[in-house]
């Protein structure tokens, strides 16, 4: 067996090789090729040509919701930089201009960072047009059990050397979280030079007052006059610096709002008592029939204002930085993902053999076209799976026994762990979008346990658990 595997060990030594070789055969002379339609035009023509094909083409990456908890990768068309494979003249015309040109479009913050880390800040740098959708980051710091969730702004912040053009952010199911994650971009979003948000729908400027347990409220304010104050206060007053709203004018129509012929300019006009807006609902976003509404918010930063995505200390309590401690992404990933499904023994919590036979290519008409997808529930169903888990490994028999005091209904203790297949069905029986405070999660544990199916006990103890501890909450 030894000789077969330093054989194959070869093997891949001398695709390496290989692959050096194609590097450096790109300094060898250029063949002319007089017969060339495209060849024979002048340069300042090519150069039109392909500006024009590169800023219509879409390089996908990342997993996306199918349904509740279906999914399926995406990958670019193998023909989508086929013209730089075409001849090495063409290649080495075109290499300086495809990079600013094509969209990098990634379907989670996860695959943004998988790929462009591993960049060097040369070419990170001549990157110019990202899309992603707006869901957050979840990691679990080294030393803790803790989830935490990271707005977009925070997580882009791993991407030191990043000057886009453009931004363009595909935002959550749920509106209180999309004003979350758009104000974290305005006031310390980096490595952008104009920010375009497109939600699903209107809830973002209709949703009222939302407290948290031992966190501060979704509570809005009449926008864009807020942000534009944030903003012009970051670019020093800079008039450049704009935040204007559009929203759609037909409701359910995906695409709508980025057709200047089908949307509206949207500004609320601030109360003389700011303390009572938002307290309520505004019918105008959230009614049936204006809710469904899309609304796309573009955000311009000043030509003078300093964008360059920078790597310096002091971070903030919120920059994943700060525990990172100048780890990669890589290494982050790693104890802060990874380290949590490694520790895993139950087979049935796979990913691989699912994805390998679900992967589908990107197809498209226009580069900026876009679908919404249902990545919630299966963000929730991994949420259970991890809660249910940490929950059965980390509390004391102490614990138990004080909780059963509270509720005499807790079972003992389950010898086995849930599987990951339970979590599945649990999040099938869930109508309410996931939120991210633990009071919240909680109550979508009780529908779980209202509406569940046949599931395993493990889950129904670690339910009842969460439900005392939300009983004892109530008490204080």
């Excluded at 704009?242 to 057709?259: A, C, D, E, L, W």
Aim: net charge positive; with cysteine.
């Amino acid at each position: 067996m030894a000789p077969k595997k330093n054989h194959n060990n070869k093997k891949k030594q001398k695709k390496k090789r290989f692959g050096v070789k194609r590097q450096a055969s790109d300094n060898s002379p250029i063949v002319p090729q007089p017969d060339s339609p495209l060849l024979r035009l002048p340069g300042e023509l090519r150069e039109q040509i392909y500006d024009f094909l590169f800023l219509s083409t879409r390089v996908t990456f990342g997993e996306r919701s199918t349904g509740r908890i279906g999914r399926k990768t995406l990958k670019p068309a193998s023909h989508s930089l086929a013209l730089l494979r075409v001849c090495r003249q063409i290649y080495k015309e075109g290499k300086s201009f495809w990079l600013g040109r094509v969209l990098f479009n990634f379907e989670n913050v996860e695959s943004l960072l998988d790929k462009l880390s591993q960049l060097s800040l040369a070419t990170l740098s001549q990157i110019r047009h990202i899309r992603t959708r707006g869901h957050t980051l979840m990691l679990t710091p080294p030393d803790s059990d803790d989830d935490v969730y990271y707005r977009l702004a925070w997580a882009l912040k791993l991407l030191p050397g990043l000057q886009l053009e453009t931004l363009t952010v595909l935002g959550q199911s749920d509106g209180l979280l999309d004003y979350e994650i758009l104000g974290g971009l305005i006031e310390h979003g980096e490595g952008w030079r104009e920010l375009r948000y497109i939600t699903r729908d209107s809830t973002m400027l209709g949703f009222k007052k939302h407290d948290i347990f031992m966190a501060n409220p979704y509570w809005r304010r009449p926008q864009p006059t807020t942000w534009n104050t944030i903003l012009l206060t970051r670019d020093g007053g800079d008039p450049k610096s704009t935040v204007t709203i559009y929203r759609s004018t037909q409701s359910k129509s995906p695409g709508t709002v980025m057709n200047t012929a089908t949307r509206q300019i949207v500004d609320q006009i601030p109360p003389s008592n700011l303390e009572t807006f938002g307290i309520e609902e505004d019918p105008q976003f959230v009614r049936q029939g204006e809710k469904e509404k899309e609304l796309l918010v573009v955000v311009k930063r000043s030509p003078d204002a300093e964008i360059l995505q920078h790597d310096v200390a002091p971070f903030t309590a919120y920059d994943i930085r700060q525990w990172a401690e100048g780890m990669t992404w890589q290494e982050i990933r790693k104890v802060a993902i990874d380290r949590l499904y490694d520790q895993d023994e139950d087979d049935d919590f796979g990913f691989e053999d699912e994805d390998v036979k679900n992967i589908e290519v990107d197809k498209y008409n226009n580069v900026d076209d876009y679908d919404w997808d249902d990545t919630v529930s299966f963000s929730f169903s991994k949420f259970c799976f991890r809660h249910a888990r940490k929950n059965l490994r980390n509390i004391s028999e102490t614990t138990i026994r004080r909780l059963r005091r509270a509720d005499k209904s807790i079972p003992d203790r389950p010898r086995s762990p849930p599987r990951f297949a339970e979590a599945d069905t649990l999040a099938t029986t869930i109508d309410v979008p996931s939120q991210e405070s633990f009071r919240e999660s909680i109550l979508l544990w009780k529908n779980c346990l209202a509406g569940s199916r046949k599931i395993s006990d493990s889950v129904v103890f670690t339910m009842q658990l969460m439900l005392v501890k939300l009983k004892l909450l109530d008490s204080f």
